[in-house]
Protein backbone atom coordinates (compact mmCIF):
# COMPACT_ATOMS: atom_id res chain seq x y z
CA UNK A 1 0.00 0.00 0.00
CA UNK A 2 0.74 3.47 -0.58
CA UNK A 3 -0.18 6.49 1.30
CA UNK A 4 -0.05 9.98 -0.09
CA UNK A 5 -0.92 13.25 1.68
CA UNK A 6 -0.82 16.73 0.28
CA UNK A 7 0.39 19.77 1.20
CA UNK A 8 0.44 23.69 0.16
CA UNK A 9 -3.49 23.84 -0.32
CA UNK A 10 -4.43 27.36 0.57
CA UNK A 11 -6.21 30.54 -0.21
CA UNK A 12 -4.32 33.00 -3.01
CA UNK A 13 -5.89 36.05 -5.42
CA UNK A 14 -6.38 35.47 -8.83
CA UNK A 15 -2.50 35.52 -10.58
CA UNK A 16 -0.73 34.09 -7.73
CA UNK A 17 1.07 30.75 -7.56
CA UNK A 18 0.96 27.93 -5.15
CA UNK A 19 3.27 24.75 -4.85
CA UNK A 20 1.35 21.76 -3.79
CA UNK A 21 3.36 18.93 -2.55
CA UNK A 22 2.61 15.03 -2.08
CA UNK A 23 4.29 12.71 -0.06
CA UNK A 24 4.56 8.93 -0.30
CA UNK A 25 5.07 6.37 2.12
CA UNK A 26 6.77 4.17 0.23
CA UNK A 27 10.80 3.65 -0.46
CA UNK A 28 9.34 2.25 -4.01
CA UNK A 29 7.90 5.72 -5.19
CA UNK A 30 9.79 5.57 -8.29
CA UNK A 31 8.52 2.72 -10.02
CA UNK A 32 5.06 4.98 -9.83
CA UNK A 33 3.54 7.40 -12.49
CA UNK A 34 2.04 10.06 -10.89
CA UNK A 35 -0.81 12.49 -11.46
CA UNK A 36 -2.77 15.40 -10.33
CA UNK A 37 -6.30 15.73 -10.04
CA UNK A 38 -8.99 18.36 -9.07
CA UNK A 39 -12.63 18.08 -8.36
CA UNK A 40 -15.12 20.94 -7.08
CA UNK A 41 -18.45 19.53 -5.54
CA UNK A 42 -20.99 18.65 -8.11
CA UNK A 43 -18.36 18.48 -10.63
CA UNK A 44 -16.59 14.63 -12.04
CA UNK A 45 -12.75 14.37 -10.99
CA UNK A 46 -11.10 16.58 -13.40
CA UNK A 47 -7.46 15.56 -14.56
CA UNK A 48 -4.32 18.56 -14.18
CA UNK A 49 -1.28 16.55 -14.92
CA UNK A 50 0.60 13.35 -14.84
CA UNK A 51 4.31 12.41 -14.88
CA UNK A 52 6.41 9.79 -16.12
CA UNK A 53 8.52 7.21 -13.25
CA UNK A 54 11.82 9.48 -13.85
CA UNK A 55 10.28 12.74 -14.29
CA UNK A 56 11.51 12.61 -17.83
CA UNK A 57 7.61 12.94 -19.27
CA UNK A 58 4.88 15.18 -18.32
CA UNK A 59 1.30 15.81 -19.56
CA UNK A 60 -0.97 18.39 -18.66
CA UNK A 61 -5.10 19.05 -19.37
CA UNK A 62 -5.11 21.71 -21.42
CA UNK A 63 -6.94 24.09 -19.10
CA UNK A 64 -3.44 24.65 -17.17
CA UNK A 65 -0.78 24.05 -20.07
CA UNK A 66 1.42 26.97 -19.80
CA UNK A 67 0.60 27.68 -16.06
CA UNK A 68 1.06 24.84 -13.88
CA UNK A 69 4.30 22.31 -13.70
CA UNK A 70 4.43 18.95 -12.33
CA UNK A 71 7.66 17.62 -11.13
CA UNK A 72 9.09 14.82 -8.97
CA UNK A 73 11.91 14.11 -6.49
CA UNK A 74 11.88 10.23 -6.28
CA UNK A 75 14.51 10.71 -3.47
CA UNK A 76 11.99 12.29 -1.61
CA UNK A 77 9.08 10.30 -2.43
CA UNK A 78 7.43 13.60 -3.70
CA UNK A 79 5.66 14.91 -6.69
CA UNK A 80 5.17 18.54 -6.71
CA UNK A 81 2.59 20.80 -8.71
CA UNK A 82 3.43 24.49 -8.93
CA UNK A 83 0.76 26.38 -10.18
CA UNK A 84 1.24 29.77 -11.56
CA UNK A 85 -1.56 32.38 -12.74
CA UNK A 86 -4.25 31.06 -10.79
CA UNK A 87 -8.19 31.85 -12.17
CA UNK A 88 -10.99 31.75 -9.77
CA UNK A 89 -11.73 28.57 -11.83
CA UNK A 90 -9.10 26.48 -10.64
CA UNK A 91 -10.78 26.73 -7.25
CA UNK A 92 -10.73 22.95 -6.28
CA UNK A 93 -9.77 20.38 -4.14
CA UNK A 94 -6.08 19.03 -5.48
CA UNK A 95 -5.53 15.03 -5.09
CA UNK A 96 -2.28 13.37 -6.27
CA UNK A 97 -2.24 9.48 -6.89
CA UNK A 98 -0.01 7.13 -7.96
CA UNK A 99 -0.33 4.06 -10.68
CA UNK A 100 2.07 1.56 -11.32
CA UNK A 101 2.33 1.99 -15.17
CA UNK A 102 5.62 3.14 -16.71
CA UNK A 103 3.15 5.35 -18.96
CA UNK A 104 1.06 8.31 -18.17
CA UNK A 105 -2.57 8.12 -17.77
CA UNK A 106 -5.18 10.60 -17.70
CA UNK A 107 -8.10 8.96 -16.18
CA UNK A 108 -8.94 8.67 -12.29
CA UNK A 109 -9.66 5.12 -13.07
CA UNK A 110 -5.63 4.16 -14.14
CA UNK A 111 -4.60 5.44 -10.31
CA UNK A 112 -4.61 2.64 -7.80
CA UNK A 113 -3.85 4.77 -4.81
CA UNK A 114 -4.69 8.62 -3.70
CA UNK A 115 -4.58 10.99 -1.58
CA UNK A 116 -7.10 13.14 0.44
CA UNK A 117 -6.57 16.42 -1.70
CA UNK A 118 -5.93 19.78 -0.25
CA UNK A 119 -8.28 22.89 -0.95
CA UNK A 120 -6.81 25.55 -3.04
CA UNK A 121 -9.17 28.30 -3.67
CA UNK A 122 -8.53 31.34 -5.50
CA UNK A 123 -10.34 34.72 -5.48
CA UNK A 124 -11.26 37.10 -7.79
Known amino acids: QVQLVESGGGLVQAGGSLRLSCAAS????????MGWFRQVPGKEREFVAA????????YYADSVKGRFTISRDNAKNTVYLQMNSLKPEDTAVYAC?????????????????WGQGTQVTVSS
Open 97 to 113: AAQPGGYLRTTPAAYRY
Open 26 to 33: RRTFSTYG
Open 51 to 58: ISLSGGTT
